[in-house]
Each structure stands twice: as structure tokens, then as C-alpha cells.
């Protein structure tokens, strides 16, 4: 999968690099409109990271430009929040969606996940962890053929964390994954612990689940 | 003032026909006169009288010893007794010499007449100054309705029913008087102003997100990337989610402050058909999580199915704040109610629980921002701000009670369904 990433600030862009390219995806960096139309004409991407306040122009004038193209890469809008009037107003312009700064990069792989399966017309439909097997189509998770009776919540929460295997997510990454961006400051996130107790209780019935892991009092990783 | 005027108008007349009369008297003088007058001039007594017959007037010619200095003629009131009827008077006093022999003529009229005569005109006077008064007060009040017209005008099209500078309607008002297309022209210059200065701010609220978020997102992002280490000892481990989760409590207190400036500056449409009702249902959805890790009740009582026009983002966040609320303040195993209803032609809705409750002095400060109800809860206080900020933009009032150890009722009042 390639991925170009827009984005003037040249040390977040390089964050997100890193984050991408350890996650298996092969990146190129664009600091400019003009490169990265330039860089858009010159390779083939499945998915473009779009920051809209660009140095020489709007991020708006890009996306305008390869909507008006054949191709089919999908396009996620990275943008602080009050530079867009309306979150529709990107979405009507032809993104695929969009993230409000300051996003958590697992956020982001879960989003890019989701965009790139869809521009591939749904092909991915399952993913497999020790033996489970997650049907995205159905939020239904079974093991060893055997269903697993989750809750939405359950799976979404099961879903984020395989995508971003190896990782420590955070309760906080992982409430606003769950519950969307919470205006509310400090909003005590401990209630994830309950749909992930859950969870984990419904999983361990079916096989051991070692690699699920709960890492010191901050989060949970589950380990390939 | 006026009768003093016209008594002494009158008083003037008076003296001078006095006069006339003395001129006339002493002009026919001679000693026969004098002589016919005073039948007996040894007695210095004796006077000569003339009265015309309505005794209106009399006249007087008396000997009196000569008084050299003494003011020839001088001007009295006095009553006197005549042919025994006694008037006021108005009397000339006159002393002069004929032939070595001092007089005093002393000419008088009337004043009864004189006063039956002021006090018409000044009932006259009265009459015609109500009179004008009236017509005055009748000519202001239709040319001054007249003249104020644009004025008016100005008051209601362009500064009344004007919420937004971009809705401000430049067209000028025609107006006869120079004034009001002067001050039409001023307001406009002025509404141009505010307008620059909405711009402004609204430039300056996508630059503050931009400039201030963007590292945010970078210190984030920098964070995460490091969390994964797998060298980190549990201290650095602890001390960098504990900056995540700083950094995040940033985040929020930025997009807070501004989604308040974004409300107030108004940045938002409210063209949206909202149903109340969905609305809290979805909201019991979202929230019953936290409400379960408390054991919080929710008691959905709502039996309208009120639909406003609004926005519809806003009006979420607004019931939001109130419900997170009455979840924070409330006790463990307590109740959060929410029933709506009319008085009148007004819709309300209210979110009552059985929390903490709070005193006078902290209902005051509940609506400004970063004030929290007590010091040991956590949260920065800006929800309250918020949802004031949503319902003043929509015109809803938001009215609070609450009793100590009982709980908090906030009750919002809708405008009259159109």
C-alpha cells in the first residue's frame, strides 16, 4: 500500500512516517500543493494524507484537482478543527473522510484501514488473531468455527486493537475511538475497562488469550 | 408673572387717563373754579367733591398746607367710603399752589371695574394658551411622528433585526432631513467596521486551531511513536502516558474555548429540524456506559415530540453537557430525570438529579467559564459555559435550581413554537 502524506509541518509528517511505515505501508512525504500534485501524477497511491493549510495554497485546491482525475485513491483530510466550517464540507468535496488535529496515529491506521478496504470494493473481509477471526462485514467474531457472541462496542474495541497490533493502546486512544471526540475534558475514561473485561472474558472461553495484554495501569496491546 | 404684567399694564393705563385728567382739571384752574369748589375757604376742611354717578370716579379739591419738595403727584390704592358706598380706588394725589394757597387735588377711578376687567383676560388669556398648548402638542406629535419616520426605520431595519454583520442591509434610507441620512450613512460606516472586525476574529479563531493544534498533534504523535520503545522502564513508561493524557486534556480545553468563541461569533447555521426527543434517546445510548460504572438511573420521561429548527451538532452538545453533568454531581445509585412539558405556548425540558446540589453563591458562578462546583471533582468547567453559549444562540433560557444534598434541576425554556 502507498501512502502520501501532505503535510507542511515537516516534523509531524515525519512522525507519521515512521508510525505508517512501521505499520507495513510504503510512504512519500509531500511539504507543498505543487508536490504533491506533482507527486500524485508521478506515482500511484491508494491513499493520500491531506493537511489543508499548505504553504503555497488551501489542501482543497489538491483534492479538487485529483477529484477532477480517473483515479481512485482514497483521501483522508487531516485538519484542525474551525479551519472547516462543517464537517460535510469536506466530505462533499469528494474526501473519504476526516481527522480533526491533534489525531492519535492508531486513530489514523484504523481510519486508513477502513478507507482502503472500501476503494477496494470490500475484498478484505476478515481479519485472523491466534485463531480468531473478525467478519468486518458482520461485526462477528468466531473461533476455530465457533461464533463468539460480542457486542458492537466488543468488537469495535476487539476490531482497533488488531489492527493496531503491537502497540500499546491507550484507554484514552481507545475511548475516543469508541465514543468519538469527547468534548468533555478528563472525562474518566474507565469505563472502556468494563467492555474490555467483557471482552477478554468472552475470548478466554474459547482459547487462551496471553497475548491479549493489559499493560501497566494505561492500556492494552495484543501481541501477534 | 402674567397677572402681575397685566396689572401693571392696566395700572399704567390708569395713571396716565389720571393724569390726562389732572392736566385738564388744573389747565380750567382759576380762583372762581377754586372758589365754587371750596364755599368756605376758612375751612381748610371743607372739600369740593365731584362724582359721576355709577361712582366710578370722584374728584377731590381740598386746601392743604404747602408742602414745599414734596413729590407733586403721586400714585395710590386705597378704599374709600363715596355717597356711602365704599370701592377701591385707584387715586391721584396731587398737591399744588394757586395764589399763595396750597391744594390737594386728588383725582380717583374705580378699580372694581379695573379688576372685573383683568380677571377676563386673564381667564381670556388662560383660554388661548390652552389652546395653543393643544395645537402645539397636536402638531408636534404628527410632525415629529413625520419627521422621526426614518429614524425609525433606522432603528428597525439596521440595527434591530440586524444578529449577523454579514445580514446588514446597506441600502440607504430615504429620509427628507439631512441628519438621519447622515446618521444612516455613519451606521453603516460603523456596521462595515464590526464587520471587519467579525472577519477578523473569525480568521484569527482558524489560525489559533491551526497554529495551536498542529504541535499538538505533533508532541501527540511524538509521544505515541515513543510509547511503543520497547527499552522504556515503567517510570518513563508512566510519566509519558501521563503527558498523553496532559496533552489531551489541552487539546480539549482548545477545542472547548474554541467552540464557545465559534457559537459566539456566530459561525454555526441553525437550519436543522430537531427532535428533542431522538435526541436524548441517542444521548442515553452514548452515556450509558458511565451511567451503569455509577449505577446512575436515567429516568426518560419526555412525552413531546417537540421539533425546533436548530443545530442540531450544538443542541447535542448542549443536553450533553447538562446530562454529563447531573452524572458527575450526582451520588452513586442516584437518578437523572428528564421530563418535559408546555406552559402556555412554551416548551420546556428538564434535567433534574439527585446529586450533590449546590448553594447561592456557587449557582451564580455555575455558567462562567473554568468554575467547577466543588474543588475536589475534576473537569475544567467549561461545559456549563458552553451549553449557555449554545442556548443563548438559539434563544433558549436556561433557568437553574438546586437544594443541598438533593440535587440540581436545570430547566430550558423554549421561544414560542412559529
Redesign the interface.
Known amino acids: 500500500m502507498n501512502i502520501l502524506i501532505v503535510e507542511d ?1 515537516r ?2 509528517a515525519v ?2 512516517y ?2 505508517l511505515c ?1 505499520a507495513g505501508y510504503i510512504c512519500k512525504i509531500a511539504h507543498t500543493c505543487a508536490d504533491a500534485l506533482e507527486e500524485f501524477n508521478s506515482n500511484d497511491y491508494d491513499a493520500m494524507l491531506l493537511d489543508l ?1 499548505l504553504p503555497d495554497g488551501d489542501g482543497f485546491e489538491v483534492l479538487q484537482t485529483v477529484r477532477k482525475t480517473k483515479s481512485k485513491m482514497a483521501v483522508i483530510v487531516l485538519t ?4 472547516l ?2 464537517r460535510i464540507n469536506g466530505l462533499h468535496l469528494g474526501a473519504d473522510d476526516y481527522l ?7 486513530e489514523l491506521s484504523a481510519r486508513l484501514f477502513a478507507v482502503i478496504r472500501r476503494i477496494h470494493g470490500f475484498t478484505l473481509n476478515n481479519l485472523t488473531i491466534h485463531g480468531f477471526v473478525l467478519q468486518l462485514q458482520d461485526y462477528k467474531v468466531s473461533c476455530n468455527e465457533q461464533p463468539i457472541n460480542l457486542t458492537k ?1 466488543e468488537f469495535d474495541i476487539f476490531q482497533y486493537l488488531v489492527l493496531n497490533k ?3 493502546i ?1 484507554r ?2 481507545l475511548t475516543e475511538h469508541i ?1 468519538g ?8 475514561s ?2 472502556i475497562d ?2 474490555v473485561r467483557n471482552l477478554r472474558k468472552k475470548l478466554d472461553k474459547h482459547a487462551p488469550i496471553d497475548w491479549f495484554e493489559t499493560v ?4 492494552y496491546r495484543i501481541n501477534e | 408673572m402674567l397677572p402681575i404684567l397685566v396689572q401693571n399694564v392696566v395700572y399704567h393705563h390708569i395713571n396716565n387717563s389720571l393724569l390726562e385728567k389732572k392736566k385738564k382739571f388744573i389747565e380750567h384752574l382759576n380762583q372762581e373754579e377754586i372758589n365754587d369748589f371750596i364755599e368756605n375757604p376758612d375751612d381748610s376742611t371743607e372739600t369740593f367733591s365731584e362724582f359721576s354717578t355709577l361712582h366710578n370716579e370722584f374728584l377731590v379739591l381740598s386746601h392743604a398746607p404747602i408742602k414745599p419738595r414734596h413729590k407733586n403727584s403721586t400714585f395710590s390704592n386705597d378704599y374709600r367710603k363715596i355717597e356711602g358706598e365704599e370701592n377701591e380706588y385707584r387715586i391721584l394725589e396731587h398737591h399744588f399752589v394757586y395764589g399763595g394757597q396750597g391744594y390737594k387735588l386728588e383725582i380717583g377711578s374705580s378699580l372694581s371695574e379695573v379688576n372685573d376687567l383683568t380677571f377676563v383676560i386673564r381667564f381670556f388669556i388662560l383660554i388661548v394658551f390652552v389652546v395653543i398648548l393643544l395645537i402645539t402638542f397636536l402638531a408636534d406629535t404628527f410632525y415629529i411622528e413625520y419627521l422621526l419616520k426614518p429614524f425609525y426605520k433606522i432603528i428597525d431595519t439596521k440595527i434591530r433585526r440586524v444578529n449577523e454583520p454579514e445580514t446588514f442591509d446597506h441600502t440607504p434610507i430615504k429620509a427628507a432631513s439631512r441628519d438621519f441620512r447622515e446618521l444612516d450613512f455613519v451606521l453603516n460606516q460603523m456596521m462595515d467596521r464590526i464587520a471587519e472586525v467579525f472577519k477578523k476574529e473569525k480568521q484569527f ?2 489560525n ?3 497554529e ?3 504541535p ?7 509521544l ?2 515513543l ?2 520503545n520497547e527499552s522504556l522502564d ?1 517510570n518513563a ?2 510519566k509519558i ?1 501521563g503527558s ?2 496532559t ?3 489541552l ?3 482548545i ?2 474555548l ?2 464557545i468563541s ?1 457559537i459566539d461569533n456566530n ?1 454555526y ?1 441553525a437550519n436543522e429540524e430537531i427532535n428533542l426527543k431522538e435526541i436524548v434517546s441517542d444521548l442515553q445510548e ?1 452515556l450509558q ?2 451511567m ?2 455509577r449505577e446512575i438511573h436515567f429516568i426518560n420521561k419526555i412525552e413531546n415530540s417537540f421539533v425546533f429548527l436548530g443545530n442540531k451538532t450544538l443542541i447535542h ?1 448542549l443536553i ?2 447538562l446530562v ?1 453533568n447531573a452524572i458527575k454531581y450526582n451520588k452513586p445509585e442516584g437518578n437523572i430525570i428528564i421530563e418535559d412539558g408546555f406552559v402556555g405556548e412554551h416548551y420546556f425540558i428538564k434535567v433534574k438529579d439527585s446529586g450533590i446540589g449546590m448553594d447561592e453563591s456557587q449557582l451564580e458562578k455555575i455558567f462562567s467559564r473554568f468554575a467547577r462546583i466543588s474543588s475536589d471533582q ?3 468547567g ?2 456549563l459555559a ?1 451549553a449557555q453559549s449554545v442556548a443563548a444562540f438559539h434563544h433558549i433560557e436556561i433557568k437553574v435550581e438546586s437544594v443541598i444534598n438533593e440535587g440540581t434541576t436545570f430547566t430550558l425554556w423554549f421561544q414560542k413554537a412559529n
Request: glycine share 6%; aromatic share 6%.
Open positions: 509541518n516534523e509531524l512522525e507519521v515512521d508510525f512501521n493549510g484542525a478543527r474551525g479551519e466550517d462543517d480533526t488535529k491533534p489525531f492519535a496515529l492508531t462496542k503491537n502497540r500499546v491507550t484514552l486512544q465514543w471526540d469527547i468534548l468533555e475534558v478528563n472525562s474518566d474507565n469505563f468494563v467492555h501497566r495501569n494505561v492500556g | 479563531i482558524s489559533v486551531s491551526h495551536l493544534l498542529t499538538i498533534a505533533l508532541l501527540k504523535n511524538k505515541e511513536n510509547l511503543q515503567d513508561f508512566d502516558a498523553l493524557k496533552l489531551d486534556m487539546k480539549k480545553i477545542n472547548n474554541l467552540l465559534r459561525q447555521e452514548d456506559d458511565r451503569d460504572d452538545i450533553y453537557n454529563t475534576e473537569g475544567q467549561l461545559g458552553i
